[in-house]
């Protein structure tokens, strides 16, 4: 249980398109979902809180213009990279928390996306 | 930002040796989760936490939850060349939704 996919798995865009990236919960219901941005040989940086049916949270420093994300199933949340530049080029990767587990804060992560913009 | 302190990190030993890697921070958390992530992959979680003084395993790891609630300590015992990766420890702060990352550490096995 708890698996957590992404689509796609690998995407390469010339600068200036849009990109979105999928997340979805396989196996359970998950009230919150979190986006991650990861740099080579780096830790994860949370980039947005994404709560069903409500605007997302945005960290300190992300644009939210540039980063769209739309949480409007409780299996489902994308993350739309905007006008998308090579600086954008990174590993994303989502986590959703599995409402079965109440006040526990487990995070049950996807298998990442790479984006690489040309 | 909040940071947590996660030593060592890189780590290289011998197939079957005992492994052994911490977090700490100066604030109190409520729960700790410790993750493995393999190259292109996301991270996977191995064991969650979310009592001071917990003791957990999960085959041949085992982790603590810090009796002070600022510390979280994570043993791979006689490793073996799949436990190779990067190991993070990540907190959660008291009323947050969103979990604080180590820097994680890097463990290479030497067959």
């Known amino acids: 249980g708890a698996v957590v996919s992404q689509h796609p798995s690998w995407v390469i865009c010339k600068s200036g398109t849009s990109v979105k990236i999928e997340c979805r919960s396989l196996d359970f219901q998950a009230t919150t979902m979190f986006w991650y941005r990861q740099f080579p040989k780096q830790s994860l940086m949370l980039m947005a809180t994404?709560?069903?049916?409500?605007?997302?949270?945005?960290e300190q420093g992300v644009e939210k213009d540039k980063f769209l994300i739309n949480h409007a199933s409780l299996t489902l949340s994308t993350l739309t990279v905007t006008s998308a530049h090579p600086e954008d080029s990174s590993f994303y990767i989502c986590?959703?928390?599995?409402?079965?587990?109440?006040?526990?804060?487990?995070?049950?992560f996807g298998p990442g996306t790479r984006l690489t913009v040309l | 930002g909040q940071q947590l302190n996660q030593s060592p990190q890189s780590m290289f030993i011998q197939e079957g040796e005992d492994v052994s890697m911490n977090c700490t921070s100066s604030s109190i958390f409520n729960t700790w989760l410790w993750y493995k992530q393999d190259p292109g992959e996301g991270p996977v979680l191995l064991i969650a936490?979310?009592?001071?003084?917990e003791l957990t395993s999960n085959g041949r790891l085992t982790a603590q939850f810090g009796i002070t609630r600022k510390d979280s300590f994570l043993n791979i015992s006689a490793s073996i060349p799949s436990d190779v990766g990067i190991y993070f420890c990540?907190?959660?702060?008291?009323?947050?939704?969103?979990?604080?990352f180590g820097q994680g550490t890097r463990l290479t096995i030497n067959p």
């Open positions: 936490l979310y009592k001071a003084g």
């Open positions: 994404s709560n069903e049916g409500s605007k997302a949270t945005y």
């Open positions: 990540a907190g959660q702060l008291p009323g947050a939704q969103k979990l604080v």
């Open positions: 986590s959703a928390r599995d409402l079965r587990t109440g006040g526990m804060n487990e995070q049950f």
